[in-house]
């Protein structure tokens, strides 16, 4: 396990040694010429031993679910998180919006499994520029042209290495970074990118400890820049129909609510990156690794996400406590075993987490994450109301009381009871009178899309809300509030199971806006941006034939010696005439 030293720790040992060498040196030149130099030996080897230390803390970017700033004390037996105050000059971003942008300049940094399916729902969503791809490993990076080029887009330009991501934030021609590294690279790489004026979108967990959580909301209250969480689930089909559902009443008030991660990741541990930073001695690739040195809920927000919308979090309710309560790791043990022949001496992450949450309207959340041992693949997403009830785990099902659809003219509900479930017939019409608007326009794309459609459904989303400069589905406290979950529930779990109130991450404007909403353009309004960005994605095709990239991009890939200078000026020069030769087309179509 590598060594996490804490900045505060290494600062504050930095600064003793500081005091020693200064007092002891004084000290000892009045009374005692021999120590001096044994103690000026001793400061020396100290020095050493601190500068390696700190070199080892400042040498990876590991993310980890405890962060050092966290602040916390007791109030009659309950653990209150601090919250740090806004800075002055700054303004929440509930309902931020951004001005249209009518072609979405998008990069993406971190092409490992997830990445590249990213790229390639983005060659299928109109009015999208594809213009940097970024992974550690170029080649990684490089594959992910593939799709480009099959979709007839116009090549990207490839950026790799740690550092990569900083030259690609640093252009000018980007309107925002799609991030799916590890787990310890998406806050780095997204502070870069807003810092350097990009909107983000972060893969889940977007942020894995409270310190990054404050980070994050203070750069976009700071410079009104989206940070996106990409919690697909929320754009699952069940999920949205029952929002849907919820939305008008059909399961009364929700009280109760449970979602879940629940998958066994054996076939995947070892397909994981290994970070060559991170000193993996054994081998553990990043996820299990993180899970190894991590405890509480660090993949909470699956099952957090779709229910936390229903709950109306932070439009008008918010959580205000939480428990955590963990088995010990069994599976997790006697993996890293079969790995390294060793048991560890400790898995922070227990096999199967609880975490409980109570809002201040008085609701409970269940929040359950297990990866470790085998059973199918669970979110539960369970939502208990007063009218009635959902379940979409193992099979998707509503259970309705008699009453409840009355005046809602769905059909077929005659003699229902919440006693049981719906029959198929009845279930079937209530979710065809209730199928998402957003699943009307995007859902039958996104089941061509792959992993159940629902992430084409989401990035789509995401595309029609920047062109049209709509607040985004998900802002950065819904984002806070998700991944919050992995640290709140180490420090519960840490100290006995102990009750942890929640820091309120709106800083007191949780209960501004009544209710959850999607964001839509007026009609005519989305009509046209529509049609600009078939026409934009149409001409960047024609443009990219016309001046013939993909066979330039190809002969400066391949070519050798001093052929090579040759050929990628030449790719250069041709790269550089794409906006002009596509604004000519659209003109000439105008
Ligand atoms: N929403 C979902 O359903 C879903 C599904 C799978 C994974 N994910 C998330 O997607 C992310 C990626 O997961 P994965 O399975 O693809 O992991 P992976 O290990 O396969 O890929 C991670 C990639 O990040 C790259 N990377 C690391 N440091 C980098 C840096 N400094 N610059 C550029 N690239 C860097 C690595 O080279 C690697 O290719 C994770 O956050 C994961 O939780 C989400």
């Not at 409840?404 to 059909?411: E, K, N, Q, S």
Request: net charge neutral; glycine share 6%.
């Amino acid at each position: 396990m590598s060594l996490f030293v804490s900045r505060e720790i290494v600062v504050y040992l930095f600064f003793m040694q500081i005091v020693r060498i200064f007092v002891g040196y004084k000290e000892n030149q009045l009374f005692n010429i021999n120590l001096l130099i044994k103690m000026k030996k001793l400061n020396r080897i100290f020095a050493i031993a601190l500068v390696a230390i700190l070199a080892m803390s400042f040498q990876t970017v590991g993310a980890q679910s405890l962060s050092p700033s966290t602040k916390w004390h007791w109030d009659k037996g309950t653990i209150v998180i601090d919250t740090p105050e806004r800075p002055a000059g700054q303004e929440h971003v509930l309902g931020l919006t951004a001005a249209p942008i009518q072609t979405v300049r998008v990069a993406f940094v971190g092409l490992g499994m997830r990445g590249p399916w990213a790229v390639m729902r983005f060659c299928h969503i109109p009015g999208v520029e594809i213009v940097a791809l970024c992974d550690y490993e170029a080649e990684r990076a490089e594959k992910s042209q593939d799709f480009l080029r099959k979709a007839g887009l116009a090549p990207a330009a490839i950026y790799s290495g740690e550092k990569g991501y900083e030259e690609l934030c640093k252009r000018d021609d980007i309107d925002l970074v799609y991030i799916a590294t590890d787990w310890n690279h998406h806050f780095p790489v997204a502070k870069f990118a807003m810092e350097n004026g990009k909107h983000t979108a972060i893969e889940v967990p977007s942020a894995m400890n409270l310190e990054q959580c404050w980070e994050l909301i203070d750069l976009s209250e700071k410079t009104r820049l989206h940070c996106f969480i990409l919690e697909n689930c929320c754009y699952d089909y069940y999920e949205m129909n029952a929002l849907a559902m919820k939305q008008d009443g059909v399961f009364g008030e929700i009280i109760r609510a449970e979602g879940a991660y629940i998958h066994e990741l054996s076939q995947f541990w070892r397909s994981y990156w290994q970070d060559p930073n991170d000193n993996d001695k054994d081998n553990l690739h990043w996820r299990l690794k993180y899970n190894l040195e991590n405890r509480g809920d660090v993949y909470a927000t699956h099952g957090l996400g779709p229910v936390a919308q229903c709950m109306d979090i932070h439009r008008g309710d918010r959580f205000t406590t939480l428990i955590a309560m963990d088995t010990e790791s069994f599976a997790g043990k006697d993996w890293v075993k079969g790995v390294t022949g060793n048991e560890p001496k400790e898995f922070r992450n227990g096999d199967h987490t609880t975490t409980l949450m109570r809002t201040a309207n008085g609701k409970v959340v269940e929040i359950q994450h297990n990866v470790m041992t085998p059973q199918p693949y669970n979110r539960l997403f369970k939502l208990t109301g007063t009218k009635g009830y959902a379940t979409k785990y193992p099979t998707p099902e509503y259970a309705i009381a008699g009453d409840a659809l009355a005046g809602t003219d769905a059909p077929k509900m005659d003699n229902i009871n919440a006693h049981g479930f719906l029959k198929p017939e009845q279930k079937k019409a209530l979710e065809k009178k209730y199928y998402h608007p957003i699943l009307t326009k995007f859902g039958e794309k996104g089941r061509e899309m792959g992993h159940g459609g629902m992430d084409y459904i989401m990035d789509a989303r995401l595309v029609y809300c920047l062109q049209n400069g709509l607040p985004l589905d998900m802002d950065v406290y819904d984002m806070a509030e998700w991944c919050s979950l992995a640290e709140l529930g180490a420090i519960s779990m840490d100290n006995n199971c102990a009750a942890v109130a929640f820091p309120d991450f709106t800083r007191g404007h949780w209960n501004d806006v009544k209710g959850y909403k999607h964001a839509y353009a007026e009609p005519t309004k989305e009509a046209e941006v529509e049609a600009a960005a078939d026409a934009y994605t149409a001409a960047q095709k024609e443009a990219t034939a016309k001046l013939n990239l993909w066979a330039l991009y190809d002969a400066a890939k391949n070519a050798e010696g001093k052929a090579k200078a040759a050929a990628e000026k030449k790719y250069v020069k041709a790269a550089a005439k794409l906006d002009a030769q596509i604004a000519k087309i659209l003109k000439a179509k105008k």
